[in-house]
């Protein structure tokens, strides 16, 4: 076999090789993750059944692990499959370098068989003197040298691929083991899984007895959640008011200025007699919903929020770009209720606005980016925080032992308040981010946990 092609083929294997164990890696950390997830869930289960069994935020909590839980399985299915993917690539090279080695043993017995039939001296010579002249003699005597180089380099390459195939070999051994223990592993997960979602059952079937109560649970939520959504549009809403109020006293103190300046510049026009060349200022063009007419009166830009201007365009750019990396409120916590619509036990939908992050009742509360406090207020036993960066805006609702006043303009991590406890004694917050118009889904904004 040629040498070189020989070497390209084991290089491809060792890619191969190379290209599948990041993977393993990824998967190994995205495991790590789901149980820390696990153990924090596992946690605010604890402290829920020991203040109330059989609650809606029992069999929230519940249904989180679950799906964890199954998360966890499929990850070390995917890692078993990537197991069996690279043991048959090391099988693959094991059977190459056999093969090679079959090649390089028959070539070197060869080379042996012609070098004892001519050991002797005298052939040796014969071949050399034999030449028909000086330079042909010089060039057996080369050849001869490289021949013997060849059987020794021949020897030398039988035994580098020996212990390349011995690692090879050794690596494998090493894989069958990890894939026992991993096979282990996920029989120990399924057996958890089994049992989770034994317990979710129990609970959804008690639930179901619980009719009426959680029913009551669920419309105080709604409730309280639609009273929170009606503070959040007013305080947009007077953001809005106050940003056009601003904008037209800018207008009409630029237009004033304006006709001031012109009223001059003709007065002094009539005094001398001639005729006024000076240019007044124009109005600066603004970033803002606005625009100012010859009459000073102000209108909206089509398709520009009035809540852009020359203060906090670029806030509003940089919000934007943090899209996905953007800090979590609490530094541990896990999300009880996603975005959007949830089944609940009963077989009622609940529209969540944003998430609800269950944590430690007490634990700080921070900003997830710098901005304006444009709101503080209280709906029913709780306080709500909203937050303004330039036409989006983060709510903090559920807290207690608020730290920050309306018109404050806080940076990134600014505590801004404590979680307080749920109805059902959990602590939570509803953590909401929206513009003008729609609210979004917060965990495409935060960065992965």
């Known amino acids: 076999m040629n040498k070189s092609l020989i070497v390209f083929l084991i290089g491809i294997f060792f890619s191969l090789h190379a290209m599948a164990q990041p993977t393993q890696e990824q998967l190994e950390k995205q495991r790590q993750q789901l149980r820390k997830e696990l153990e924090e869930t596992q946690q605010l289960l604890k402290q829920n059944q020991s203040k109330q069994k059989e609650n809606l935020v029992q069999w929230q909590l519940i249904s989180k692990k679950v799906n964890l839980q199954e998360r966890v399985v499929d990850n070390i299915s995917k890692d078993l499959r990537e197991l069996s993917n690279d043991m048959y690539t090391l099988q693959k090279e094991i059977n190459l370098y056999n093969r090679i080695l ?20 005298s052939d040796f010579l014969n071949f050399i003197f034999s030449a028909e002249s000086f330079n042909d003699a010089i060039k057996r005597v080369t050849y001869l040298r490289s021949y013997r180089n060849y059987r020794e380099m021949q020897g030398q390459n ?29 029989n120990s997960e399924l057996e958890q899984l089994a049992k989770e979602q034994k317990e979710r059952d129990r609970i959804l079937a008690e639930l179901k007895k619980q009719g009426k109560t959680l029913n009551k649970q669920v419309a105080s939520k709604k409730a309280q959640m639609d009273k929170v959504n009606k503070a959040i549009a007013a305080a947009i809403k007077r953001a809005q008011e106050e940003a056009i109020r601003i904008a037209k006293a800018k207008a009409a103190a630029e237009e004033k200025e304006r006709k001031r300046l012109a009223d001059l510049e003709a007065k002094k026009a009539a005094e001398t007699g ?4 000076v240019k007044t200022p124009e109005t600066k063009s603004r970033p803002i919903d606005v625009d100012v007419t010859e009459r000073g009166k102000t209108v909206r830009k089509p398709g520009e929020s009035v809540l852009l201007n ?26 009880l209720m996603p975005f959007g619509s949830t089944k609940l036990p009963s077989g009622t939908v609940v529209q969540n606005f944003g998430i609800t992050v269950s944590s430690d009742v007490g634990t700080p509360v921070k900003s997830i980016f710098n901005g304006t406090v444009i709101s503080v207020t209280n709906v029913e036993d709780m306080q709500v925080v909203i937050v303004q960066h330039g ?5 903090y609702s559920n807290l207690q032992g608020v730290t920050v006043q309306t018109g404050d303009k806080i940076t990134t991590g600014k505590v801004v308040g404590k979680v307080a406890p749920t109805y059902d004694g959990i602590g939570a917050i509803d953590f909401i981010i929206s513009d ?3 609210n979004f889904n917060p965990e495409h904004w935060l960065r992965s946990r």
């Open 274 to 277: 001639t005729t006024s060349t």
């Open 391 to 395: 036409r989006y805006f983060v709510s």
């Open 310 to 335: 020359e203060d906090n365009i670029a806030l509003n750019a940089s919000f934007e770009k943090n899209k996905g990396s953007l800090p979590w409120p609490v530094d541990r916590g896990t999300v």
């Open 158 to 186: 039988i035994i580098r691929t020996q212990e390349q195939r011995q690692k090879k070999v050794d690596a494998l051994s090493k894989m069958r083991v990890k894939k026992n223990e991993t096979l282990q592993t996920q």
């Open 102 to 121: 079959d090649t390089l043993k028959k070539e070197y017995a060869k080379s042996m068989v012609y070098a004892y039939k001519n050991r002797n001296s």
């Open 436 to 438: 003008e118009k729609i």
